[in-house]
């Protein structure tokens, strides 16, 4: 989980693990929000041809 390796790594000085566990953390903020925007998208609109006159 990123929470502990975040702890891990503050508590190791160590910059390196610190830069990860910010990244991986940084990562799963893009991707859930990436994914929410793919399955909440009316996809179908998309591809309807507007009728004349309505």
Avoid: E, N, Y
Wanted: glycine fraction near 10%; charged fraction near 15%; hydrophobic fraction near 55%.
């Amino acid at each position: 989980m990123p929470g502990t390796v975040g702890l891990v790594a503050i508590t190791s000085f160590d910059i390196d693990p610190v830069a990860a566990a910010l990244a991986i953390f940084a990562s799963l903020c893009i991707g859930t929000k990436l994914g929410s925007i793919i399955v909440d998208t009316h996809w179908w609109r998309l591809f309807l041809r507007p009728r004349p006159g309505l």
